[in-house]
């Protein structure tokens, strides 16, 4: 691999998974924020409306940094990717406007309707608003993870005579079966991870005896949905969507779980480090035959391994492997964690347990690790296709830019980059720390300033 | 249908310098005549809840630049690399100084952020200018559809004057913007600032004009073939005498000129590269037009039908969403 496609690879793997981090936030977030908008138009009870309001400050600043930092990976098609996109954009692209045009535009546009036009719209449009934002963040999800999907298996194409592919059927790149469980596995985690900040910062609150109300309504909407989220992670979502990876990318699957061997009835690393040269795992703990069952649906199902694939086919097979095990190894984790929340809900001492709470407090980065672990997988594990069996990732550079400038410009988005982080990670810690808006009495319909 | 997509990207484009211009107005402007924490808020309040908005027809048109002329995005984005990573670095600036900026109320804090505004504002009003300016100019296109862009290409005498063009336009159409949002004092400041810029725009039109038939003669002979065309010139010309009247009374007759100048420059530059998209100085050859840079036919049909559907409803919101934010700015408990 070249210099300068190395240098555009980093670029994109880091810019992205930056970018990432807000996204996650705001998708999930938006859910919960029209969930509570919704009771409180349901109810007209005031905790819900500060809830929501709370909330909306956090998501409004992971917003504003969700597109700055979105815009940049758009250009970087262009920018760094421009033979990709002369090879594919007739067809890859026909979801990217659509993105900005059904999803963002109603994102966008209807959060400065929610934040500031409270005085200004009836309390119906104002609700209506969060919704619309709610379903701008979720949708736009889609027509992103479609051109994903479009590069994990594309579909819908015919080749170009003069070069590159161009579209046969946009229904079919539109409606990709790769990228329905993608989807869903995708947004799962971002509203899982979402339980978890509801719930860690419900866990501050109460662990430091501020703002009893609304940390007892955090913590409950975290368990119960955090509960429900962590379960349909693995199943179906997960489930269905590896079963994707098993029919179309053997080698990504192979990857994922370190079977370098192709077996019948094959067994499941749950751990174990992938010695590549050697081609096998080295101290592994297996469940005999699971691999078959989970790939497959019987137990003795042979499995394609690695080795019967030429090595240039092969992706970076530790780092696939490590972070597919993180994500499955973390999401096993959020399972048990939201379980016994339920348990100490049902229980009624949910609230009063510390060491629940702390637990849950300091579980908060977690789910962040597993969804970008997730994308790892997804995108490292795809390597060395571009597009997925059509165009190697060595193909798809800008042939114009050098290595030095992307390297250059990369440094220095590492430093804008670590410059919003703080200046992140300072004002959503003054936004909790300021806390939500005490409502003294419910009924009031008046706050009393 | 490449025909259709050319004028329906220049139309995108065109709407997004009109929206987001009287931010980047604006922006660029704030420094100079708002005055204290409360007039600068008053500026900030009256494009804080629709800058957003605005920008994502930037977004919506990159998007629609892949999907319809692939090798125009390309070539022209690989080819300014540098530069548009400047000019992300800006957008990035820009819009986090607008959401930060009322985090917290401290006057060094809300200083900072009223210069990183200020500077992210004009000098993407410049960069885009510039890029405009090489765009009408040409570009050293080679025979694969590439270009290396060095700044010292890019900052030729030609774009740059483009560039100030831009932002003397955005600044007036943000003065014009800001006339209909303020009171008192601002305004009285805002439409002095906007009654000296209308000059300061009629002066660089005149001179980019001229400037343009002598860097690229072939745009006169486009305007001569196709007399429909001069109807951009007549807007453009209609916007600056409406701007003169208007420079001391009726605000909304104001921006709607300022408005009318730039559908009307940026109509007459997309008017004077058609059909070409990037134009090669090196080779006719190599230009990349809406023949020879466009996606299949039925890629093209695709895009237009998924995307023209949307627009109608984005259009219907955003209009929704700038009616709901019309008329002065009251600042309230919710705002920046």
């Known amino acids: ?449 | 249908m490449n025909v259709v997509w050319f004028w329906a990207l220049a139309a995108m484009l065109t709407a997004y310098a009109a929206l987001d211009g009287y931010d980047l107005g604006v922006g660029s402007l704030h420094l100079w005549i708002a005055h204290g924490d409360t007039e600068r808020r008053i500026a900030l309040n009256a494009i804080g809840p629709l800058w957003n908005g605005n920008e994502v027809w930037l977004i919506a048109s990159g998007g629609m630049l892949v999907v319809s002329f692939p090798r125009v995005y390309a070539s022209g984005f690989s080819g300014f690399y540098l530069a548009l990573i400047v000019a992300l670095w800006l957008l990035i600036l820009r819009g986090v100084s607008i959401e930060f900026r009322s985090q917290m109320d401290n006057p060094l804090w809300k200083a900072l952020w009223d210069v990183s505004f200020w500077l992210g504002s004009w000098l993407l009003a410049l960069l885009l200018g510039v890029a405009l300016g090489n765009v009408v100019r040409g570009l050293p296109v080679g025979a694969d559809g590439y270009f290396q862009g060095s700044f010292a290409l890019l900052l030729n005498p030609y774009s740059l004057l483009v560039g100030i063009l831009s932002v003397l336009v955005l600044a007036w159409h943000g003065a014009n913007y800001l006339r209909l949002k303020a009171e008192d004092a601002l305004f009285e400041r805002t439409l002095h600032t906007s009654a000296r810029l209308w000059l300061l725009v009629v002066i660089l039109t005149a001179l980019t004009t001229v400037a343009t038939y002598s860097v690229r003669s072939d745009a006169a002979h486009k305007f001569i073939s196709h007399p429909v065309a001069l109807i951009f010139p007549a807007i453009t010309l209609a916007g600056l005498v409406g701007g003169f009247f208007c420079r001391r009374a009726n605000d909304r007759g104001a921006f709607r000129s300022s408005t009318l100048v730039i559908v009307g420059l940026m109509g007459s530059a997309a008017a004077s590269i058609f059909p070409d998209l990037l134009t090669s100085t090196l080779s006719p050859a190599y230009s990349l037009s809406v023949y020879n840079a466009s996606s299949s036919p039925h890629a093209l049909r695709a895009a237009f039908i998924a995307n023209a559907i949307g627009m109608v409803g984005v259009i219907a919101y955003s209009t929704y969403i700038h009616r709901k934010f019309r008329g002065k700015v009251r600042l309230g408990r919710h705002g920046y």
């Open chain 1, 1 to 449: 691999m070249g210099e300068a496609v190395f240098a555009h690879r980093v670029q994109f793997a880091f810019t992205v998974m930056f970018h990432y981090l807000f996204p996650i936030l705001t998708m999930g977030l938006s859910f919960f924020i029209a969930l509570l908008s919704t009771l409180h138009f349901a109810t007209g009870d005031k905790r819900y409306l500060a809830a929501a309001r709370f909330w909306a400050k956090i998501f409004a600043i992971n917003f504003a940094i969700g597109v700055v930092t979105g815009i940049p990976l758009e250009f970087e098609f262009g920018t760094n990717w421009s033979r990709f996109s002369s090879f594919g954009g007739g067809v890859f692209g026909q979801t990217l406007p659509m993105e900005g045009v059904y999803a963002f535009f109603l994102e966008s546009g209807f959060l400065g309707l929610f934040m500031f036009g409270e005085e200004r719209v009836p309390r119906v449009v104002h609700w209506l608003s969060s919704l619309g934002v709610a379903a701008g963040s979720l949708l736009s999800g889609y027509f992103i993870v479609a051109v994903d999907a479009w590069m994990q298996h594309p579909v819908g194409y015919e080749l170009d005579p003069g070069g590159g592919v161009r579209l046969r059927s946009f229904w079919a790149v539109l409606l990709n079966p790769y990228a329905g469980w993608q989807y869903a596995h995708t947004i799962n985690g971002a509203l899982l991870a979402v339980a978890f900040v509801i719930g860690g910062i419900g866990a501050f609150y109460a662990l430091s005896h501020r703002h009893r109300d609304f940390a007892e309504l955090s913590l409950k909407m975290a368990v119960i949905a955090g509960l429900i989220l962590s379960l349909t992670q693995a199943f179906p979502t997960g489930d269905l969507n590896s079963r994707n990876v098993v029919r179309y990318q053997p080698t990504k699957l192979a990857t994922m779980e370190g079977l370098f061997h192709t077996e019948k009835g094959a067994p499941l690393a749950i751990i174990g480090m992938p010695d590549t040269e050697n081609q096998r795992l080295i101290d592994p703990i297996y469940v005999p035959r699971f691999l078959s069952f989970l790939a497959y649906g019987h137990f003795s199902a042979s499995v394609e391994g690695l080795s019967i694939y030429p090595r240039e086919l092969w992706p970076p097979v530790e780092l696939t492997y490590y972070a597919y095990h993180i994500m499955v190894g973390l999401g096993t984790i959020f399972i048990a964690i939201m379980l016994a929340g339920v348990f100490l809900l049902w229980r009624k001492r949910l609230f009063e347990n510390r060491w629940y709470l702390w637990i849950l407090m300091l579980a908060l980065p977690f789910p962040y690790i597993a969804n970008e672990a997730g994308w790892v997988v997804a995108e490292v594990g795809r390597q060395p296709w571009l597009v997925y069996g059509l165009l190697k990732t060595a193909n798809g550079t800008s042939a114009n830019v050098a290595a030095g400038e992307t390297v250059f410009t990369t440094l220095g988005f590492a430093g804008i980059y670590a410059m919003l982080a703080m200046l992140f990670l300072f004002l959503v810690g003054r936004v909790i720390h300021q806390g939500p808006e005490e409502i003294e009495n419910p009924s009031v319909v008046d706050s009393g300033r």
